[in-house]
């Protein structure tokens, strides 16, 4: 991806369209200013948050039941806060546990506790993180879903600060977490403990670290440029702890699901590049060499040794525990030797993963809401979490309780048009903003794409959640081209493209509300009139 600093010349949010002068500072040309108060700047934003978190927790303990693929996640992220490691559990397990009965291990003996480890195929943060609300809240609906609605909440937040920070508009932040407050499959997730929105929580968390390393860094070089001599290369910059901090995050991300792999490379190479430009931005006469020498070490860094240090400490409950699956405890302590005990516990650990990848290369089960990756930007085929007929119980006598997995059709129709919008603008203007979205969005999406060609994998609509902050992005990177420039004309008037812009900006906020209030019903597992969730099916031969 090619890097220039032409975009903050042209667009700076609200102002976007704006040809700015070249007499401007270096600073003002390399770090634009943050546009309004640094106090609403977080007050809108979480005021935002409080919005989609009061929709999250509202009777998150609804459904009483066991939904979709709870069913694996909720009891694996029990057995890690009570073994450490995930063990196998007695037939009819879910039943047990809604009948609040927790003693739903398998009985082993000292002999058989190798029969008792759980074949997972998923590493284990994702239910460490839905067992932390267990262990607050106890093994039923409310605390095996309470972190999903915490972090869906904080990703509101999130991204409404990273939208901030790229379009140096509180007014266009807001606007990106409200429609992520309003996107349906992220408030399902966001109610339902499967993995998938830790995943997209900690690829944001690392999209929003390195949006706010590039700021810091070209800070850095300006701070330098105006007070140091110059020189052909440029200064190192220092210690880059946000960019240490998302490639934590990635590691995270990968911690949940390997999935996380494509977007930790894609944002180290994008951050490198960022680097590139930035050395450039401000005249120096070898930015290349300079990079290479003061910036790629501190990459390697930040992207390579601090990920992975991360991604192993999330295996601790293995490696320190005799019942995880495929452990050979007996084996790795039979020499006595601390050395021997490390090198093979490592041997064991590495064909465990092998074991995972082959599973996942060989995932081709038939299932009946599986569909393919070109189909989840149309809502083509939604995955029905929970349904439940029932008679006579809503003043009519057929009733319907559901949950469905779909996105709020405006926002993801919405979406595709910004992104071919993106892809345009930046293919003219080079801008870094909308080549950072559009890269973070074909991460979460195009290597899907392999895996249906090459293995046939069983996929569903909500492995696409990672993309979906992106798309927000999207929409709100061409909100600002819309609503274009904020100053006056010669009369002390608002120009009439903004005025139509912010009418057309408002509208579609607007249709997102109604869009998400319509389908809310279906969404939450509400006990409507059969009819009314009938209505509510976009494309009927698909979505039932």
Same mark, same amino acid.
């Given at each position: 991806?090619?890097?220039?600093? =032409?975009?903050? &010349?042209?667009?700076?949010?609200?102002?976007?369209?704006?040809?700015?002068?070249?007499?401007?500072?270096?600073?003002?040309?390399?770090?634009?200013?943050?546009?309004?108060?640094?106090?609403?700047?977080?007050? /809108?934003?979480? *005021?935002?948050?409080?919005?989609?978190?009061?929709?999250?927790?509202? @009777?998150?303990?609804?459904?009483?039941?066991?939904?979709?693929?709870?069913?694996?996640?909720?009891?694996?992220?029990?057995?890690?806060? %009570?073994?450490?490691?995930?063990?196998?559990?007695?037939?009819?397990?879910?039943?047990?546990?809604?009948?609040?009965?927790?003693?739903?291990? &398998?009985?082993?003996?000292?002999?058989?506790?190798?029969?008792?480890? =759980?074949?997972?195929?998923?590493?284990?943060?994702?239910?460490?993180?839905?067992?932390?609300?267990?262990?607050?809240?106890?093994?039923?609906?409310? +605390?095996?879903?309470?972190?999903?609605?915490? #972090?869906?909440?904080?990703?509101?937040?999130?991204?409404?600060?990273?939208?901030?920070?790229?379009?140096?508009?509180?007014?266009?932040?807001?606007?990106?977490?409200?429609?992520?407050?309003?996107?349906?499959?992220?408030?399902?997730?966001?109610?339902?403990?499967?993995?998938?929105?830790?995943?997209?929580?900690?690829?944001?968390?690392?999209?929003?670290?390195?949006?706010?390393?590039?700021?810091?860094?070209?800070?850095?070089?300006?701070?330098?440029?105006?007070?140091?001599?110059? !020189?052909?290369?440029?200064?190192?910059?220092? #210690?880059?702890?946000?960019?240490?901090?998302? +490639?934590?995050?990635?590691?995270?991300?990968?911690?949940? $699901?390997?999935?996380?792999?494509?977007?930790?490379?894609?944002?180290?190479?994008?951050?490198?590049?960022?680097?590139?430009?930035?050395?450039?931005?401000?005249?120096?006469?070898?930015?290349?060499?300079?990079?290479?020498?003061?910036?790629?070490?501190?990459?390697?860094?930040?992207?390579?040794?601090?990920?992975?240090?991360?991604?192993?400490?999330?295996?601790? /409950?293995?490696?320190?525990?005799?019942?995880?699956?495929?452990?050979?405890?007996?084996?790795?302590? !039979?020499?006595?030797?601390?050395?021997?005990?490390?090198?093979?516990?490592?041997?064991?650990?590495?064909?465990?993963?092998?074991?995972?990848?082959?599973?996942?290369?060989?995932?081709?089960? !038939?299932?009946?809401?599986?569909?393919?990756?070109?189909?989840?930007?149309?809502?083509?085929?939604?995955?029905?979490?929970?349904?439940?007929?029932?008679?006579?119980?809503?003043?009519?006598?057929?009733?319907?309780?559901?949950?469905?997995?779909?996105? %709020?059709?405006?926002?993801?129709?919405?979406?595709?048009?910004?992104?071919?919008?993106?892809?345009?603008?930046?293919?003219?203007?080079?801008?870094?903003?909308?080549?950072?979205?559009?890269?973070?969005?074909?991460?979460?999406?195009?290597?899907?794409?392999?895996?249906?060609?090459?293995?046939?994998?069983?996929?569903?609509?909500?492995?696409?959640?990672?993309?979906?902050?992106?798309?927000?992005?999207?929409?709100?990177?061409?909100?600002?081209?819309?609503?274009?420039?904020?100053?006056?004309?010669?009369?002390?008037?608002?120009?009439?493209?903004?005025?139509?812009?912010?009418?057309?900006?408002?509208?579609?906020? *607007?249709?997102?509300?109604? @869009?998400?209030?319509?389908?809310?019903?279906?969404?939450?597992?509400?006990?409507?009139?059969?009819?009314?969730? $009938?209505?509510?099916?976009?494309?009927?031969?698909?979505?039932?």
């Amino acid at each position: 991806m090619a890097v220039t600093d =032409s975009p903050y &010349q042209a667009y700076e949010s609200p102002e976007a369209g704006v040809s700015q002068p070249q007499t401007r500072s270096v600073r003002d040309r390399v770090i634009p200013p943050m546009r309004g108060s640094i106090l609403w700047g977080w007050i /809108g934003p979480l *005021l935002i948050t409080v919005f989609g978190g009061i929709l999250r927790f509202v @009777n998150l303990g609804h459904p009483k039941a066991v939904v979709f693929d709870e069913t694996y996640y909720m009891k694996d992220a029990f057995s890690l806060i %009570t073994w450490g490691v995930e063990r196998v559990t007695i037939k009819d397990a879910d039943k047990a546990i809604l009948a609040n009965n927790t003693d739903i291990w &398998q009985s082993c003996t000292a002999e058989t506790l190798d029969k008792c480890a =759980s074949y997972v195929v998923h590493p284990p943060l994702g239910k460490w993180m839905i067992g932390a609300g267990e262990w607050l809240f106890g093994l039923n609906p409310f +605390g095996w879903r309470f972190a999903a609605a915490l #972090i869906g909440t904080l990703s509101i937040l999130v991204l409404a600060r990273v939208a901030r920070r790229m379009t140096r508009s509180t007014l266009l932040g807001c606007f990106a977490g409200l429609l992520l407050a309003l996107d349906g499959l992220h408030y399902v997730l966001s109610r339902t403990a499967l993995l998938d929105i830790f995943l997209m929580f900690w690829v944001l968390a690392a999209f929003a670290c390195l949006v706010a390393d590039r700021d810091q860094a070209r800070e850095r070089l300006v701070t330098w440029y105006e007070k140091s001599p110059l !020189s052909s290369h440029g200064p190192s910059l220092g #210690i880059r702890w946000w960019r240490i901090g998302a +490639g934590v995050c990635l590691a995270l991300a990968m911690s949940v $699901k390997w999935s996380g792999l494509a977007f930790a490379v894609a944002f180290a190479i994008m951050s490198l590049l960022w680097d590139f430009g930035a050395r450039r931005a401000i005249g120096l006469r070898n930015p290349y060499v300079g990079a290479f020498n003061k910036d790629v070490p501190q990459g390697v860094l930040a992207f390579a040794v601090v990920p992975f240090v991360t991604y192993m400490a999330t295996w601790t /409950g293995w490696f320190a525990t005799a019942t995880g699956y495929g452990r050979d405890w007996d084996q790795a302590t !039979s020499a006595g030797n601390p050395l021997f005990f490390l090198f093979d516990s490592m041997r064991s650990w590495i064909k465990y993963q092998w074991q995972v990848f082959t599973f996942h290369s060989d995932l081709a089960t !038939s299932h009946p809401y599986m569909s393919e990756p070109w189909q989840w930007p149309l809502l083509l085929r939604p995955v029905a979490f929970y349904y439940e007929g029932k008679q006579n119980a809503c003043g009519v006598k057929d009733c319907s309780e559901a949950v469905l997995g779909v996105g %709020t059709p405006v926002i993801w129709f919405g979406a595709v048009a910004a992104l071919v919008a993106l892809i345009t603008w930046y293919f003219s203007s080079r801008d870094w903003r909308a080549g950072a979205v559009v890269v973070a969005y074909a991460m979460g999406w195009l290597p899907w794409f392999y895996f249906a060609i090459a293995d046939n994998r069983t996929m569903f609509l909500f492995y696409a959640i990672p993309m979906v902050p992106f798309m927000v992005l999207a929409i709100t990177l061409c909100a600002g081209l819309l609503i274009g420039p904020s100053t006056p004309t010669a009369a002390g008037t608002m120009p009439v493209r903004r005025t139509v812009g912010a009418a057309v900006v408002g509208a579609f906020a *607007l249709l997102v509300v109604i @869009n998400f209030w319509w389908l809310h019903p279906i969404l939450s597992a509400e006990l409507i009139p059969y009819t009314e969730w $009938k209505a509510r099916m976009l494309f009927e031969k698909r979505w039932i």
